[in-house]
């Protein structure tokens, strides 16, 4: 009796630890330099993608609900624009991290940020940047879903 107890117990708590664990995805995201992205050019728009170098561009929709960022601060389409163009005089575009966040459902664009450089890094560690740049959307993207 002892063990049948104990294996409906033992049961019941697995399955119920299970069910918790459960979790469902709502967005997809694209990891991306901002030389392997155009960005739209108004809030009802589309921005075009590159996932990689053989791939053709895919477009995804853009709203007014689509959020936008440069180093964790939200702004405007337009002042992230404008930062975005200051962004690609400064650099050749591949020392800078993008991330754009999209609706499964809809395929619509949800937030689109950026992870520039850090200004005190040297011409020479774009490698290095990049691949620190990215590291930081993978932990964004990772907190996004805890």
């Known amino acids: 009796m002892k063990k049948l107890t104990f294996a409906v117990v033992l049961s ?8 918790a664990r459960t979790l469902e995805v709502l967005e997809g995201a694209y990891e991306l330099t901002l030389a392997e992205i155009v960005m739209p050019l108004s809030p009802v728009g589309t921005a075009f993608v590159t996932a990689c170098p053989t791939c053709s561009s895919i477009g995804v ?10 180093n964790g601060r939200s702004m405007p389409l337009r002042d992230f624009l404008e930062e975005v163009a200051a962004i690609r005089v400064r650099s050749d575009g591949n020392e800078s991290g993008v991330g754009l966040l999209y609706d499964l459902q809809t395929s619509q664009a949800t937030k689109i940020f950026v992870i520039a450089k850090n200004p005190a890094m040297r011409q020479g560690d774009a490698t290095q940047g990049r691949g620190r740049n990215f590291r930081q959307i993978r932990n964004y993207l990772n907190d996004l879903n805890q």
């Open 12 to 19: 019941l708590i697995i399955g119920g630890s299970a069910a």
């Open 61 to 70: 929709p853009v709203t007014p609900n689509t959020r936008y960022e440069i």
